[in-house]
C-alpha cells in the first residue's frame, strides 16, 4: 500500500518552505478515492455525525494533550479555559490580542488561519495547480447566475487542517447579501485529493454567503466542510451588519475549507501567494495577517 504524499507548505512567519504530513492525508487519494469503502463511508453525514458524537463526550478530553504535544500547539495563545471534551478544545478560541486584523481599510486580512492558494483572476476554464475542475465557480456557487460577478475576478483558497484554529473572521464591513447551503458529502480536501477527485469542492457540504464589503466589493464566501467536518455553525446573524475582525462562523472537528470569489477590480491577493501558488505550493498563513488588497 502507498504511503501518504507530503504536501510542501510556505510558511510566511518563518519564512521557509515545510513539509507536512497530516492524518486527513488517506492514501486511497493518491490513486481513485471513489474506489475506496473506507473513505465513501467516512464521506458520509451519518459517520460524521457518529464522529462528533464521541468527540463532544468528557472521555474525550484524553485526546487534548497527545494532540497538543504531536502538533506542538502553542496553547499560550489560546484562552485559559479548562475543556470537558476535544470538540471543546477543538473550538477553542485565541486569547484577545492574539491576532490582529490590518487597520489600513484597503488591506484585507486573512479570514483563516489556514494555508492558502490564490489567483489574481477566475476564468472560466479555472484549475487547480495540480490540474483538474475543482474551482468551478458555477457548481461552488450552484448556479451560474451567482458566479456571473465573479468572472475575471481574484480567487483565494484556504485549507484548515484539524491542527488549525476553526474559526472564520470577517475581514471588512459589511453585510450578508444572500446565503444558501448545497452538497451532502465530506470528502477531504487536502491538495492531492483535490488532484484525483476533481468533483470533491462542490460536491462536499457548504455554506455560501454573498458578502457586500466596504472596501472590497462583493464577494462569495464559501465554507466547505472536509473529512469529520459536516457542522458549520453560523456564530454571527445573517441579518445583521459585521465589521472587520469579527467571528463569523466555526467549523466543528476534522479539517475544512474556505473559498472567495471577489469582484474584478477592487483587490487582488498578495503576491507571495500568487507566487506560491503558481508552484503549487500552499502558504501557511496566520489569522489576519494581509491577503489582499
Known sequence: MAKPLPLP???????????????????????????????????????????????????????????????????????????????????????????????????MGAFAEARYFAWDRLSADQQFPVKGYSLNAELILGNAQRARPFMGGPVLLARLAPVDYHRAHYFDDGRTLDHDRLGRRLWTVNPHALRNKQDILFVNERNINILETRNFGRLAFVEIGALSVGRIVQVHPLDSPFHRGEEKSVFRFGGSAIVVFGEQGPWRPSDDLLTHTRDGVETLVRLGETIGA
Open 9 to 107: 507548505v510556505w510558511d510566511r512567519q518563518a519564512g521557509k518552505l515545510i513539509t507536512e504530513w497530516m492524518d486527513d492525508h488517506p492514501t486511497t487519494y493518491e490513486s481513485e478515492p471513489q474506489r475506496s469503502i473506507r473513505q465513501w463511508i467516512k464521506s458520509q453525514p451519518l459517520y460524521d455525525w457518529l464522529i462528533a458524537a464521541y468527540q463532544n463526550t468528557h472521555h474525550s478530553t484524553r485526546e487534548i494533550e497527545p494532540f497538543v504535544r504531536k502538533y506542538k500547539i502553542d496553547m499560550s495563545e489560546f484562552e485559559p479555559v479548562q475543556y470537558h471534551s476535544f470538540a471543546e478544545f477543538f473550538d477553542r478560541r485565541f486569547r484577545p490580542g492574539a491576532r490582529k486584523f490590518p487597520s489600513a481599510p484597503g488591506e
